[in-house]
């Protein structure tokens, strides 16, 4: 018996549901803006915190370096005015870097190293390189003065992430740090002979950098970290101006006159700036109280003049920058574009922490400088080339790329700023330029041409008409499919002939014929020819049912 509805109703009726749970209480969440995560967001975010650090640089230079140049006997401007122009040339080489195709870079990476390595070597020999304040890290141009250890940097971080990129498919501990590590080793060596410490330290950054977005192991880097202090200490121990800094970091007023001098103005000219500053221009440690104030210390004089608000909004761009060049490597599907802005993005920002670090007092000097503000030429052109690059991988995410070829775009757009024309470019080679040559000459012409298809047509032979214009005599007879052909030619399918090409099945006799027939085929002599291949016989058209003859339609 089955239950009727009624009753069905009521037993479901009659059971009691849980009552429903009660949802949690969550908190307010963050929700970004939608524009946040765009497909253009990371070189707008680039291009922003970049640019507006090269105008509040700008300025403070101007600021900085005025009244030390009027001491000087020079025009109050003329400092600034310098570094204006090297920020054209590298806003120049910006646009360069946002045209070049990522190829190529890695392609002339090792040899960039290879330049690199001999510029270090070079500005070793006195009478070529040029000292300044106990270094001899110079080359003197006439017009300006050229570092070499500021492009062995950039170059190292796009030769190590090109190297880290190849190895990628059979990736271990051992390919990750051979020979990068080693290569490293050569130029802190060469460094230190000038000697450079700051150099040395930046270019730990950018191996920092390759080993982190290259997977290195946390056992691996704790060890590397171990090692790097073992050799700071060892570096401290064997140079007495090191061990100044050290001492005067631990305790600047312990020798005011001579170690901690510097340190206690910077802290002085930060203390004075409170949180809205004194007004731009209206420092009091840049009339030579506070030595190198518009490179090293020029953070101390952003805290005096704009105050705490000020050194909040640099830090808060640099915090930009880091977050950009983390979101394109993140997006970014070329494994060497994730691995250089990995490594450009710790070395940029690492710089500008160590440099503000030192200012405030939480590190030991070393003369790094802050990017894209401090004074100086060829560092600040090569940091925007740096932006440029950064901004060209942005540039080459899938989905960047998806939306530009989207948008209608302006010739100087296009000129300006062009589309990657793939997300993955490949690295040139040899093999690959030796292919595409021979494809345009196409194939020898000594080679056969094969035939990429078959006939399924039986072709019985042409009128005269049709043979003469083809080019034959009218006498010669048409050539059968065999002598077309080809056997390796014919045979497209292994152990079956063509359709066109398979002798034709003889009928069978009937059974009325009589037993006599039958007898005289098998009697019949044997020519010496062996038998042809029996085929498949070709499956005949049958009309249907409904038409055939001698059946009422």
């Known amino acids: 018996m089955t239950a009727t509805t009624g009753q069905r109703s009521s037993r479901r009726a009659g059971r009691e549901e849980p009552p429903p749970a009660a949802p949690r209480a969550e908190g307010p969440r963050f929700r970004a803006p939608a524009w946040l995560d765009g497909p253009m967001t990371s070189s707008h975010l680039v291009l922003g915190s970049a640019g507006m650090l090269l105008a509040i640089g700008l300025v403070m230079v101007f600021s900085a370096s005025s009244i030390e140049a009027a001491k000087a006997g020079q025009p109050a401007w003329l400092p600034g005015v310098r570094q204006i122009a090297f920020a054209v040339i590298g806003l120049l080489a910006m646009l360069v870097a946002m045209h070049l195709p990522v190829g190529r870079i890695r392609q002339f990476s090792g040899w960039g190293l290879l330049g690199?390595?001999?510029?270090?070597?070079?500005?070793?020999?006195?009478?070529i390189g040029l000292k300044l304040n106990g270094s001899r890290a110079w080359f003197d141009l006439g017009f300006t003065n050229f570092q070499p250890s500021e492009l062995g940097k950039l170059v190292f971080a796009l030769w190590g992430a090109h190297v880290i990129a190849l190895r990628e498919k059979y990736l271990t501990v051992r390919s990750l740090l051979v020979p990068v590590l080693p290569v490293f080793g050569v130029l802190s060596v060469l460094l230190l002979l000038e000697p450079d410490m700051g150099a040395v330290v930046s270019l730990g950054l950018v191996l920092a950098g390759l080993m982190w977005a290259g997977g290195l192991s946390r056992r691996y880097i704790a060890g590397a970290v171990a090692l790097a202090a073992v050799a700071v200490v060892l570096m401290v121990t064997f140079a007495s101006y090191r061990m100044a800094r050290i001492t005067s970091f631990l305790d600047p007023f312990a020798d005011p006159e001579n170690g901690g001098y510097q340190a206690i103005r910077g802290l002085y000219a930060l203390a004075t700036g409170g949180v809205w500053g004194v007004g731009l221009g209206n420092s009091a440690m840049k009339w030579n109280l506070l030595p190198h104030a518009e490179s090293d210390y020029i953070f101390a004089i952003i805290g005096e003049e704009l105050g705490f608000l000020g050194c909040l909004v640099v830090v808060t761009l640099y915090g930009i920058l880091a977050w950009a060049g983390f979101r394109i490597a993140?997006?970014?599907?070329?494994?060497?574009?994730?691995?250089?802005s990995v490594a450009i993005t710790v070395w940029l920002v690492g710089q500008a922490?160590?440099?503000?670090?030192?200012?405030?007092?939480?590190l030991p000097v070393t003369g790094v400088t802050l990017p894209l503000i401090s004074a100086g030429g060829t560092s600040l052109v090569l940091t925007l080339f740096v932006v440029g690059l950064l901004v060209r991988f942005a540039r080459a995410e899938p989905a960047a790329i998806a939306f530009q070829r989207g948008q209608r775009r302006g010739r100087l757009a296009r000129l300006l700023a062009p589309v990657p024309s793939v997300a993955v470019d490949p690295v040139p080679s040899r093999r690959r330029r030796e292919t595409r040559s021979a494809g345009r000459a196409g194939p020898p012409p000594s080679a056969p041409r094969r035939g990429n298809g078959r006939t399924v047509a039986r072709v019985t032979g042409h009128p005269p008409s049709s043979a003469t214009a083809r080019g034959r005599r009218p006498e010669e007879p048409a050539p059968t499919p065999d002598a077309r052909r080809s056997g390796a030619e014919r045979q497209t399918v292994d152990r079956r002939q063509n359709p066109g090409d398979r002798p034709t099945v003889r009928s069978r006799p009937s059974s009325a014929a009589g037993p006599a027939l039958r007898e005289g085929l098998r009697d019949r002599p044997w020519s010496g020819e062996p038998p042809a291949a029996r085929g498949r016989p070709v499956p005949r058209s049958r009309p249907p049912r409904t038409e055939r003859p001698g059946r009422p339609q």
């Open 353 to 362: 922490v160590i440099n503000m670090g030192y200012v405030v007092g939480l």
């Open 330 to 340: 993140r997006r970014s599907t070329d494994r060497f574009v994730q691995l250089a």
């Open 116 to 127: 690199v390595v001999g510029l270090l070597l070079l500005v070793l020999v006195p009478g």
